[in-house]
Protein backbone atom coordinates (compact mmCIF):
# COMPACT_ATOMS: atom_id res chain seq x y z
CA UNK A 1 0.00 0.00 0.00
CA UNK A 2 3.19 2.08 -0.51
CA UNK A 3 2.34 5.57 -1.61
CA UNK A 4 -1.48 5.57 -0.83
CA UNK A 5 -3.15 7.94 0.22
CA UNK A 6 -5.91 7.95 3.10
CA UNK A 7 -8.60 8.75 0.27
CA UNK A 8 -7.39 5.67 -1.51
CA UNK A 9 -5.99 7.57 -4.07
CA UNK A 10 -1.86 6.55 -4.87
CA UNK A 11 0.60 9.43 -5.86
CA UNK A 12 1.57 9.51 -9.88
CA UNK A 13 4.74 7.97 -9.97
CA UNK A 14 7.33 10.81 -11.02
CA UNK A 15 8.48 10.46 -15.00
CA UNK A 16 12.15 11.40 -15.90
CA UNK A 17 13.12 14.25 -17.85
CA UNK A 18 16.60 13.13 -18.66
CA UNK A 19 17.20 8.71 -18.93
CA UNK A 20 20.21 7.10 -21.45
CA UNK A 21 18.83 5.10 -24.21
CA UNK A 22 17.59 2.22 -22.02
CA UNK A 23 15.55 4.48 -19.94
CA UNK A 24 17.84 4.76 -17.10
CA UNK A 25 19.28 7.76 -15.07
CA UNK A 26 22.77 9.34 -16.53
CA UNK A 27 26.04 10.47 -15.03
CA UNK A 28 25.64 13.68 -14.33
CA UNK A 29 28.91 14.57 -16.80
CA UNK A 30 26.89 12.54 -19.57
CA UNK A 31 23.61 14.99 -19.41
CA UNK A 32 23.92 18.23 -21.35
CA UNK A 33 23.22 21.61 -20.37
CA UNK A 34 20.49 21.32 -22.12
CA UNK A 35 19.26 18.86 -20.28
CA UNK A 36 19.52 20.67 -17.17
CA UNK A 37 17.82 23.69 -18.40
CA UNK A 38 19.89 25.83 -19.86
CA UNK A 39 18.18 28.22 -22.53
CA UNK A 40 20.37 27.75 -25.75
CA UNK A 41 22.58 29.14 -26.97
CA UNK A 42 25.01 28.35 -24.29
CA UNK A 43 28.31 29.08 -25.36
CA UNK A 44 31.29 29.16 -23.35
CA UNK A 45 30.76 29.88 -19.59
CA UNK A 46 31.45 33.14 -18.61
CA UNK A 47 32.78 32.16 -14.16
CA UNK A 48 30.06 33.99 -11.86
CA UNK A 49 31.21 35.16 -8.27
CA UNK A 50 28.98 32.59 -7.23
CA UNK A 51 31.30 29.62 -8.74
CA UNK A 52 33.31 30.29 -5.40
CA UNK A 53 30.53 30.26 -2.91
CA UNK A 54 29.55 26.68 -4.48
CA UNK A 55 33.17 25.37 -4.84
CA UNK A 56 33.13 25.80 -0.88
CA UNK A 57 29.50 23.85 -0.39
CA UNK A 58 30.37 21.15 -2.98
CA UNK A 59 33.64 20.50 -1.20
CA UNK A 60 32.34 20.73 2.58
CA UNK A 61 29.72 17.91 1.01
CA UNK A 62 26.48 20.32 1.23
CA UNK A 63 23.48 18.03 0.89
CA UNK A 64 20.81 20.76 -0.27
CA UNK A 65 22.40 23.64 -2.60
CA UNK A 66 19.20 26.21 -3.98
CA UNK A 67 20.77 28.53 -6.01
CA UNK A 68 18.38 31.47 -6.97
CA UNK A 69 17.86 34.61 -8.86
CA UNK A 70 15.88 37.05 -11.26
CA UNK A 71 14.36 35.07 -14.22
CA UNK A 72 17.25 34.93 -17.14
CA UNK A 73 19.89 35.92 -14.47
CA UNK A 74 21.79 32.48 -15.28
CA UNK A 75 21.13 30.48 -11.95
CA UNK A 76 21.05 27.06 -14.21
CA UNK A 77 23.73 27.39 -16.16
CA UNK A 78 25.59 28.48 -12.84
CA UNK A 79 24.40 25.75 -11.01
CA UNK A 80 24.67 23.17 -13.95
CA UNK A 81 28.45 24.16 -14.44
CA UNK A 82 29.26 23.74 -10.64
CA UNK A 83 27.32 20.82 -10.71
CA UNK A 84 29.33 18.88 -13.78
CA UNK A 85 32.42 19.98 -12.23
CA UNK A 86 32.29 19.04 -8.71
CA UNK A 87 30.10 15.70 -9.26
CA UNK A 88 30.34 14.31 -12.62
CA UNK A 89 29.98 10.39 -11.32
CA UNK A 90 26.94 11.23 -9.55
CA UNK A 91 23.63 9.47 -11.20
CA UNK A 92 21.48 12.25 -11.99
CA UNK A 93 18.04 12.29 -11.13
CA UNK A 94 16.32 15.06 -13.46
CA UNK A 95 12.36 14.86 -13.38
CA UNK A 96 9.42 16.66 -15.50
CA UNK A 97 7.78 18.93 -12.71
CA UNK A 98 4.21 17.29 -11.34
CA UNK A 99 2.89 19.09 -8.38
CA UNK A 100 0.71 15.86 -7.59
CA UNK A 101 4.29 14.02 -7.08
CA UNK A 102 5.68 14.62 -3.32
CA UNK A 103 9.22 15.75 -3.05
CA UNK A 104 9.73 12.71 -0.85
CA UNK A 105 9.32 10.49 -3.87
CA UNK A 106 11.66 11.80 -5.65
CA UNK A 107 13.98 11.78 -3.07
CA UNK A 108 13.27 8.44 -2.31
CA UNK A 109 14.02 7.59 -6.50
CA UNK A 110 17.70 9.10 -6.18
CA UNK A 111 18.46 7.34 -2.97
CA UNK A 112 18.49 3.95 -5.47
CA UNK A 113 21.78 5.19 -6.15
CA UNK A 114 22.73 6.98 -2.81
CA UNK A 115 26.14 4.35 -2.49
CA UNK A 116 28.06 5.94 -5.68
CA UNK A 117 26.28 9.02 -5.16
CA UNK A 118 23.30 10.78 -6.72
CA UNK A 119 21.88 14.10 -7.62
CA UNK A 120 18.33 15.21 -7.65
CA UNK A 121 18.33 18.12 -10.11
CA UNK A 122 15.06 20.50 -9.40
CA UNK A 123 15.26 23.27 -11.99
CA UNK A 124 12.84 26.33 -11.83
CA UNK A 125 11.54 24.42 -8.47
CA UNK A 126 8.15 26.00 -7.74
CA UNK A 127 6.62 26.87 -4.28
CA UNK A 128 5.37 23.55 -3.35
CA UNK A 129 8.82 21.91 -3.78
CA UNK A 130 10.74 24.86 -2.15
CA UNK A 131 7.86 24.80 1.00
CA UNK A 132 8.64 20.57 1.27
CA UNK A 133 12.35 20.85 1.16
CA UNK A 134 12.04 22.73 4.27
CA UNK A 135 11.18 19.12 6.10
CA UNK A 136 13.08 16.79 3.35
CA UNK A 137 15.28 14.23 5.11
CA UNK A 138 18.02 13.97 2.35
CA UNK A 139 19.48 10.53 2.89
CA UNK A 140 23.62 9.92 3.13
CA UNK A 141 24.72 9.86 -0.64
CA UNK A 142 22.18 11.67 -2.21
CA UNK A 143 22.53 15.94 -3.06
CA UNK A 144 19.64 17.90 -3.92
CA UNK A 145 20.39 20.81 -5.74
CA UNK A 146 17.94 23.68 -6.79
CA UNK A 147 17.48 26.41 -9.04
CA UNK A 148 14.58 28.73 -8.38
CA UNK A 149 13.48 32.21 -8.55
CA UNK A 150 13.92 34.78 -5.74
CA UNK A 151 10.79 36.03 -5.40
CA UNK A 152 9.80 32.93 -4.17
CA UNK A 153 11.98 32.05 -1.58
CA UNK A 154 10.81 35.18 -0.25
CA UNK A 155 6.91 35.47 -0.83
CA UNK A 156 4.41 34.62 1.88
CA UNK A 157 3.56 30.80 -0.03
CA UNK A 158 7.43 30.00 1.17
CA UNK A 159 7.02 31.90 5.03
CA UNK A 160 9.99 29.96 6.35
CA UNK A 161 13.78 30.56 5.08
CA UNK A 162 15.29 27.30 3.50
CA UNK A 163 17.60 24.91 5.27
CA UNK A 164 20.98 24.00 3.51
CA UNK A 165 23.04 26.06 1.48
CA UNK A 166 21.39 29.19 -0.47
CA UNK A 167 23.30 31.17 -2.96
CA UNK A 168 22.26 34.65 -4.69
CA UNK A 169 23.53 34.62 -7.99
CA UNK A 170 22.57 38.21 -8.64
CA UNK A 171 23.22 40.30 -11.74
CA UNK A 172 26.24 40.51 -13.93
CA UNK A 173 28.99 42.48 -12.20
CA UNK A 174 30.77 44.74 -14.42
CA UNK A 175 33.69 42.32 -15.07
CA UNK A 176 31.64 39.57 -15.74
CA UNK A 177 29.29 41.69 -18.41
CA UNK A 178 32.68 42.50 -19.90
CA UNK A 179 34.15 39.01 -19.93
CA UNK A 180 31.06 37.84 -21.85
CA UNK A 181 31.47 40.59 -24.45
CA UNK A 182 35.28 39.77 -24.93
CA UNK A 183 34.23 35.67 -25.38
CA UNK A 184 33.25 33.92 -27.87
CA UNK A 185 29.30 34.82 -27.24
CA UNK A 186 27.65 37.01 -29.77
CA UNK A 187 26.61 39.62 -27.83
CA UNK A 188 25.05 42.96 -29.24
CA UNK A 189 27.02 45.43 -28.95
CA UNK A 190 24.60 47.98 -27.65
CA UNK A 191 23.19 45.57 -24.99
CA UNK A 192 22.46 46.77 -21.75
CA UNK A 193 20.70 44.15 -20.14
CA UNK A 194 22.25 42.94 -16.36
CA UNK A 195 21.29 39.47 -16.92
CA UNK A 196 22.58 36.91 -19.19
CA UNK A 197 19.69 35.71 -20.71
CA UNK A 198 18.53 38.86 -21.37
CA UNK A 199 22.22 39.04 -23.49
CA UNK A 200 22.64 35.57 -25.00
CA UNK A 201 19.01 34.25 -25.27
CA UNK A 202 16.94 34.94 -28.39
CA UNK A 203 13.36 36.18 -27.32
CA UNK A 204 11.95 37.36 -29.97
CA UNK A 205 10.65 34.33 -31.73
CA UNK A 206 9.23 33.97 -27.86
CA UNK A 207 7.23 37.36 -28.09
CA UNK A 208 6.23 36.99 -31.27
CA UNK A 209 4.90 33.19 -30.61
CA UNK A 210 2.99 35.25 -27.66
CA UNK A 211 1.36 37.81 -30.13
CA UNK A 212 0.80 35.60 -32.52
CA UNK A 213 3.33 34.07 -35.59
CA UNK A 214 0.39 33.62 -38.09
CA UNK A 215 -1.53 35.89 -40.35
CA UNK A 216 -4.41 33.99 -40.21
CA UNK A 217 -6.36 35.44 -37.72
CA UNK A 218 -8.00 32.16 -36.84
CA UNK A 219 -4.79 30.03 -36.18
CA UNK A 220 -3.61 33.35 -34.64
CA UNK A 221 -5.95 32.80 -31.68
CA UNK A 222 -5.84 29.34 -31.32
CA UNK A 223 -1.97 29.41 -30.72
CA UNK A 224 -2.07 32.35 -28.52
CA UNK A 225 -4.86 30.83 -26.33
CA UNK A 226 -3.02 27.52 -26.05
CA UNK A 227 0.42 29.60 -25.04
CA UNK A 228 -1.85 32.30 -22.96
CA UNK A 229 -2.82 29.57 -21.25
CA UNK A 230 0.05 27.93 -20.53
CA UNK A 231 1.80 30.98 -19.64
CA UNK A 232 -0.54 32.02 -17.24
CA UNK A 233 -0.70 28.25 -15.24
CA UNK A 234 3.58 28.24 -15.35
CA UNK A 235 3.39 32.59 -13.79
CA UNK A 236 0.71 31.55 -11.09
CA UNK A 237 2.75 28.51 -10.03
CA UNK A 238 -0.46 26.54 -8.87
CA UNK A 239 0.07 23.20 -6.61
CA UNK A 240 -1.97 21.33 -9.56
CA UNK A 241 -0.81 19.62 -12.51
CA UNK A 242 -2.48 20.91 -16.03
CA UNK A 243 -4.07 18.00 -17.20
CA UNK A 244 -5.09 17.59 -20.63
CA UNK A 245 -8.92 18.17 -19.35
CA UNK A 246 -8.27 21.13 -17.85
CA UNK A 247 -5.96 22.70 -21.02
CA UNK A 248 -9.17 22.12 -22.88
CA UNK A 249 -11.07 24.31 -20.73
CA UNK A 250 -8.83 26.99 -20.11
CA UNK A 251 -8.11 26.84 -24.38
CA UNK A 252 -11.67 27.40 -24.99
CA UNK A 253 -12.19 30.15 -22.59
CA UNK A 254 -8.97 32.24 -23.57
CA UNK A 255 -10.12 31.40 -27.33
CA UNK A 256 -13.38 33.08 -27.03
CA UNK A 257 -11.88 35.73 -24.85
CA UNK A 258 -9.47 36.63 -27.80
CA UNK A 259 -11.62 36.70 -30.29
CA UNK A 260 -14.85 38.49 -28.38
CA UNK A 261 -16.81 35.36 -28.39
CA UNK A 262 -20.31 34.36 -26.37
CA UNK A 263 -19.16 32.67 -23.78
CA UNK A 264 -21.41 29.96 -24.97
CA UNK A 265 -19.52 29.68 -28.24
CA UNK A 266 -18.22 26.53 -29.61
CA UNK A 267 -14.37 26.40 -29.96
CA UNK A 268 -12.66 24.13 -32.48
CA UNK A 269 -11.07 20.86 -31.07
CA UNK A 270 -9.05 20.27 -34.24
CA UNK A 271 -7.85 24.19 -33.87
CA UNK A 272 -6.33 23.57 -30.56
CA UNK A 273 -4.74 20.08 -31.23
CA UNK A 274 -2.79 22.38 -34.20
CA UNK A 275 -1.48 24.50 -31.82
CA UNK A 276 -0.61 22.16 -29.26
CA UNK A 277 1.44 20.03 -32.51
CA UNK A 278 3.10 23.75 -33.25
CA UNK A 279 3.90 24.48 -29.96
CA UNK A 280 5.65 21.20 -29.20
CA UNK A 281 7.39 21.30 -32.50
CA UNK A 282 8.70 24.68 -31.46
CA UNK A 283 9.26 23.61 -27.85
CA UNK A 284 6.99 26.56 -26.62
CA UNK A 285 5.34 23.61 -24.49
CA UNK A 286 6.10 19.51 -22.83
CA UNK A 287 3.56 17.19 -22.88
CA UNK A 288 4.11 14.44 -20.17
CA UNK A 289 1.89 11.11 -20.21
CA UNK A 290 2.02 8.87 -16.84
CA UNK A 291 -0.92 6.67 -15.53
CA UNK A 292 -3.25 7.18 -18.72
CA UNK A 293 -3.23 10.97 -18.25
CA UNK A 294 -1.29 13.40 -19.98
CA UNK A 295 -0.77 17.07 -18.59
CA UNK A 296 1.26 20.23 -20.05
CA UNK A 297 3.50 23.09 -18.96
CA UNK A 298 4.94 26.13 -20.80
CA UNK A 299 8.68 27.10 -21.81
CA UNK A 300 9.91 29.44 -18.84
CA UNK A 301 10.71 31.87 -21.57
CA UNK A 302 6.93 32.32 -21.92
CA UNK A 303 6.77 33.62 -18.70
CA UNK A 304 9.79 35.26 -18.50
CA UNK A 305 8.77 37.52 -21.58
CA UNK A 306 4.87 38.22 -20.80
CA UNK A 307 6.74 39.19 -17.25
CA UNK A 308 8.92 41.78 -19.27
CA UNK A 309 5.82 42.82 -20.95
CA UNK A 310 4.11 43.22 -18.46
CA UNK A 311 1.52 41.24 -19.47
CA UNK A 312 -1.94 40.58 -16.70
CA UNK A 313 -2.42 37.36 -16.08
CA UNK A 314 -5.84 36.48 -18.13
CA UNK A 315 -9.39 36.65 -16.93
CA UNK A 316 -9.82 33.08 -18.08
CA UNK A 317 -7.29 31.86 -15.65
CA UNK A 318 -8.86 33.39 -12.19
CA UNK A 319 -12.64 32.40 -13.36
CA UNK A 320 -10.88 29.07 -13.22
CA UNK A 321 -9.48 29.45 -10.54
CA UNK A 322 -12.26 30.84 -8.43
CA UNK A 323 -14.60 27.85 -9.86
CA UNK A 324 -12.77 24.37 -10.21
CA UNK A 325 -9.91 25.16 -7.16
CA UNK A 326 -10.14 23.57 -4.13
CA UNK A 327 -9.53 25.96 -0.95
CA UNK A 328 -6.03 24.97 -0.57
CA UNK A 329 -4.91 25.26 -4.15
CA UNK A 330 -7.17 28.73 -4.13
CA UNK A 331 -4.96 30.02 -1.32
CA UNK A 332 -2.14 29.60 -2.82
CA UNK A 333 -3.07 31.34 -5.85
CA UNK A 334 -4.47 33.71 -3.98
CA UNK A 335 -0.95 34.36 -1.80
CA UNK A 336 1.18 34.58 -5.53
CA UNK A 337 -1.50 37.08 -6.55
CA UNK A 338 -0.53 39.01 -3.76
CA UNK A 339 3.37 38.21 -4.03
CA UNK A 340 2.93 39.80 -7.81
CA UNK A 341 0.98 42.63 -6.91
CA UNK A 342 -2.38 41.79 -7.98
CA UNK A 343 -4.24 43.12 -4.76
CA UNK A 344 -7.68 43.02 -6.01
CA UNK A 345 -7.70 39.00 -7.35
CA UNK A 346 -5.82 38.42 -4.28
CA UNK A 347 -8.84 39.43 -1.84
CA UNK A 348 -10.81 38.13 -4.06
CA UNK A 349 -9.24 34.60 -3.53
CA UNK A 350 -8.46 34.42 -0.29
CA UNK A 351 -11.58 36.51 1.19
CA UNK A 352 -13.53 33.60 2.86
CA UNK A 353 -10.71 30.82 3.18
CA UNK A 354 -8.61 30.66 6.73
CA UNK A 355 -4.77 31.04 7.43
CA UNK A 356 -4.43 33.96 5.53
CA UNK A 357 -1.28 35.44 7.15
CA UNK A 358 -2.30 38.52 8.92
CA UNK A 359 0.86 40.81 7.05
CA UNK A 360 -1.66 39.79 4.04
CA UNK A 361 -4.57 40.79 5.23
CA UNK A 362 -2.84 43.95 6.48
CA UNK A 363 -1.48 44.75 3.23
CA UNK A 364 -4.78 44.10 0.91
CA UNK A 365 -6.55 46.30 3.17
CA UNK A 366 -3.79 49.43 3.03
CA UNK A 367 -3.45 48.88 -0.69
CA UNK A 368 -7.43 48.91 -0.41
CA UNK A 369 -7.43 52.27 1.75
CA UNK A 370 -4.62 54.02 -0.88
CA UNK A 371 -7.01 53.48 -4.03
CA UNK A 372 -10.27 54.74 -2.71
CA UNK A 373 -11.78 51.92 -1.55
CA UNK A 374 -13.13 52.41 1.34
CA UNK A 375 -15.44 49.94 2.80
CA UNK A 376 -12.97 47.50 1.18
CA UNK A 377 -10.35 48.41 3.27
CA UNK A 378 -12.48 49.27 6.54
CA UNK A 379 -13.42 44.71 6.14
CA UNK A 380 -9.68 43.72 5.73
CA UNK A 381 -8.35 46.02 8.13
CA UNK A 382 -10.90 44.85 10.68
CA UNK A 383 -9.52 41.31 9.29
CA UNK A 384 -5.95 42.34 10.10
CA UNK A 385 -7.17 43.39 13.57
CA UNK A 386 -8.96 40.28 14.58
CA UNK A 387 -5.81 38.40 13.90
CA UNK A 388 -3.92 41.29 16.22
CA UNK A 389 -2.38 43.67 13.85
CA UNK A 390 -1.58 46.66 15.66
CA UNK A 391 -0.54 48.65 12.30
CA UNK A 392 -4.04 48.40 11.22
CA UNK A 393 -5.90 49.73 14.10
CA UNK A 394 -3.31 52.86 13.48
CA UNK A 395 -4.60 52.81 9.66
CA UNK A 396 -7.99 52.27 10.26
CA UNK A 397 -8.33 54.78 12.85
CA UNK A 398 -6.78 57.08 10.05
CA UNK A 399 -9.17 55.90 7.88
CA UNK A 400 -12.19 56.53 10.23
CA UNK A 401 -11.08 59.97 11.01
CA UNK A 402 -11.09 61.00 7.51
CA UNK A 403 -14.38 59.45 6.59
CA UNK A 404 -15.80 62.08 9.93
CA UNK A 405 -15.98 59.26 12.16
CA UNK A 406 -14.07 60.97 14.93
CA UNK A 407 -15.05 58.36 17.91
CA UNK A 408 -14.27 55.46 15.89
CA UNK A 409 -10.98 56.76 15.10
CA UNK A 410 -10.45 57.54 18.56
CA UNK A 411 -11.21 54.36 19.67
CA UNK A 412 -8.79 52.71 17.39
CA UNK A 413 -6.04 55.24 17.75
CA UNK A 414 -6.34 54.47 21.51
CA UNK A 415 -6.31 50.52 21.31
CA UNK A 416 -3.02 50.99 19.52
CA UNK A 417 -1.78 53.03 22.52
CA UNK A 418 -2.62 50.26 25.06
CA UNK A 419 -0.91 47.81 22.75
CA UNK A 420 2.46 48.54 23.83
CA UNK A 421 3.76 48.72 20.24
CA UNK A 422 6.32 51.04 20.02
CA UNK A 423 6.60 52.23 17.05
CA UNK A 424 2.84 52.15 16.26
CA UNK A 425 1.77 53.29 20.11
CA UNK A 426 3.44 56.56 19.11
CA UNK A 427 2.09 56.91 15.45
CA UNK A 428 -1.24 56.67 17.16
CA UNK A 429 -0.60 59.44 20.17
CA UNK A 430 0.24 60.85 16.63
CA UNK A 431 -3.16 60.13 15.34
CA UNK A 432 -5.03 61.42 18.43
CA UNK A 433 -3.07 64.68 18.31
CA UNK A 434 -4.20 65.38 15.05
CA UNK A 435 -7.78 64.46 15.84
CA UNK A 436 -7.48 66.29 19.05
CA UNK A 437 -6.33 69.39 17.30
CA UNK A 438 -9.01 69.29 14.83
CA UNK A 439 -11.88 68.92 17.52
CA UNK A 440 -10.50 71.75 18.60
CA UNK A 441 -8.80 70.49 21.73
CA UNK A 442 -5.05 72.16 21.14
CA UNK A 443 -3.41 71.55 24.24
CA UNK A 444 -5.00 67.97 24.58
CA UNK A 445 -3.42 67.70 21.06
CA UNK A 446 -0.22 69.51 22.61
CA UNK A 447 -0.17 66.28 25.58
CA UNK A 448 -0.11 63.93 22.95
CA UNK A 449 2.30 64.91 20.24
CA UNK A 450 4.55 65.48 23.19
CA UNK A 451 3.50 61.69 24.82
CA UNK A 452 4.84 60.41 21.07
CA UNK A 453 7.89 62.44 20.85
CA UNK A 454 9.38 60.85 24.34
CA UNK A 455 8.56 57.43 22.47
CA UNK A 456 11.01 55.01 21.67
CA UNK A 457 10.34 54.95 17.82
CA UNK A 458 13.24 57.83 16.59
CA UNK A 459 10.95 58.36 13.22
CA UNK A 460 7.54 59.22 14.98
CA UNK A 461 9.32 60.97 17.13
CA UNK A 462 10.87 63.18 14.38
CA UNK A 463 7.43 63.36 13.52
CA UNK A 464 5.91 64.57 16.49
CA UNK A 465 8.45 67.49 15.94
CA UNK A 466 6.84 68.75 13.06
CA UNK A 467 3.41 68.10 14.84
CA UNK A 468 4.21 70.30 17.67
CA UNK A 469 5.54 72.98 15.03
CA UNK A 470 2.69 72.74 13.20
CA UNK A 471 0.21 73.30 16.39
CA UNK A 472 2.31 76.17 17.47
CA UNK A 473 2.63 78.03 14.28
CA UNK A 474 -1.69 77.55 14.22
CA UNK A 475 -1.93 78.99 17.75
CA UNK A 476 0.46 82.11 16.12
CA UNK A 477 3.64 80.91 18.12
CA UNK A 478 6.09 81.31 15.12
CA UNK A 479 9.48 81.25 17.42
CA UNK A 480 8.16 77.95 18.80
CA UNK A 481 7.46 76.79 15.58
CA UNK A 482 10.49 77.60 14.41
CA UNK A 483 12.34 76.16 17.06
CA UNK A 484 10.44 72.34 16.61
CA UNK A 485 11.23 72.25 12.56
CA UNK A 486 14.68 73.32 13.13
CA UNK A 487 14.94 70.16 15.78
CA UNK A 488 13.05 68.19 13.66
CA UNK A 489 15.68 69.27 10.40
CA UNK A 490 18.75 67.99 13.13
CA UNK A 491 17.05 64.75 13.55
CA UNK A 492 18.03 63.32 9.78
CA UNK A 493 14.96 61.26 9.79
CA UNK A 494 13.73 61.89 5.90
CA UNK A 495 10.12 62.57 6.11
CA UNK A 496 10.51 64.72 9.03
CA UNK A 497 13.49 66.56 7.46
CA UNK A 498 11.60 67.41 4.61
CA UNK A 499 8.17 68.44 5.68
CA UNK A 500 10.24 70.73 8.51
CA UNK A 501 12.15 72.12 5.27
CA UNK A 502 9.27 73.06 3.85
CA UNK A 503 8.23 75.09 6.20
CA UNK A 504 10.76 76.33 7.82
CA UNK A 505 11.01 77.74 3.72
CA UNK A 506 7.54 79.07 4.43
CA UNK A 507 8.17 80.90 7.50
CA UNK A 508 11.17 82.70 5.94
CA UNK A 509 9.51 83.99 3.04
CA UNK A 510 6.45 84.96 5.02
CA UNK A 511 5.92 88.84 5.04
CA UNK A 512 6.64 90.83 7.61
CA UNK A 513 3.86 90.63 10.24
CA UNK A 514 2.49 87.51 8.47
CA UNK A 515 4.98 85.13 10.57
CA UNK A 516 3.97 86.48 13.72
CA UNK A 517 0.05 85.45 13.04
CA UNK A 518 -0.63 89.16 13.66
CA UNK A 519 -2.88 90.93 10.80
CA UNK A 520 -1.71 93.77 7.94
CA UNK A 521 -1.10 96.60 9.96
CA UNK A 522 -1.89 95.26 12.98
CA UNK A 523 0.75 95.01 16.22
CA UNK A 524 2.01 91.80 16.87
Known amino acids: MAGWSLTGRSNPKPVLKVADERGRPPRLADASLGDLGVHAPQGPYVPREADTVLEKHFADEAQLVVVHGKRLVGATRT????ARTHLPDHTLYAFHPDPRVPLTELISAAKRSAKNGAVLWLDDAGSEQLTQLAAAEIPPGVRVLVTARSALLGGTRLPDPLPGAVVDVGSLTTAEADALR?????VPADAKGDRVGLLLVPLEPVRTALSGDSEERSIRFDRQALLHALTDWHRMDPPVALTAKMLTTLYGDYRRELAHLDGRAAVSNPG????????????????????GNEYYYGNTLLSAVADGQRRPVSGPFWRYVAGAFDPAARRAA??????RGDYPHARD??????????????VIAYRAHRGGSVAIARRWYEKAIADGSVPAMVDLGVLEAAEGKAEEARSWFQQAVDSGDAAESARAMRGLGVLEKEQG??????????DALASEDSVQAANAMVDLGVLAEEQGDVEEARSWYEKAAETHQPAAVTVAGANLRVLTDAP??????AEPGEDA
Open 79 to 82: LAEA
Open 182 to 186: EGENE
Open 272 to 291: RERAIEWALELGLITEVFGR
Open 334 to 339: GLTAFD
Open 349 to 362: LLDQLDHVPQHVKY
Open 441 to 450: NPEQAKQWFT
Open 512 to 517: AGEETG
